[in-house]
């Protein structure tokens, strides 16, 4: 089963940077897509930003142009560039990925999270 874990939360002030790092436990094929969540007290997870198998990438609106989304595969790790923090940005980010669900029985894995605090 692979295992994600995320790392490079913390505690920021407004306008400050934070780079999340995702790393997979293993090698993961068929991925169909890897993507950063969040979730802020009593808020419903959303989605932050999402790059496909194929490099494409979406991000949501409240994040564009601040955040960035990349990968790299020989270090089975994805990374969340976020700058310009804002403290609506404050919630726990989680990492995400969904693969082959007629191959893989571990086709949408979580991590346990990361805490971001944007202080104003």
């Known amino acids: 089963q692979v295992q994600l874990v995320e790392s490079g939360g913390g505690l920021v002030q407004a306008g400050g940077s934070l780079r999340l790092s995702c790393a997979a436990s293993?090698?993961?094929?068929?991925?169909?897509?890897m993507g950063w969540y969040r979730q802020a007290p009593g808020k419903q997870r959303e989605l932050v930003a999402e790059?496909?198998?194929?490099?494409?990438?979406n991000y949501a609106d409240s994040v564009k142009g601040r955040f960035t989304i990349s990968g790299d595969n020989a270090k089975n790790t994805v990374y969340l560039q976020m700058n310009s923090l804002k403290p609506e940005d404050t919630a726990v980010y989680y990492c995400?990925?969904?693969?082959?669900?007629?191959?893989?029985?571990?086709?949408?894995?979580w991590g346990q999270g990361t805490q971001v605090t944007v202080s104003s």
């Open positions: 293993k090698r993961i094929f068929s991925i169909n897509a």
């Open positions: 790059i496909t198998s194929g490099g494409s990438t």
């Open positions: 995400n990925m969904v693969r082959d669900s007629e191959i893989y029985s571990d086709y949408n894995v």
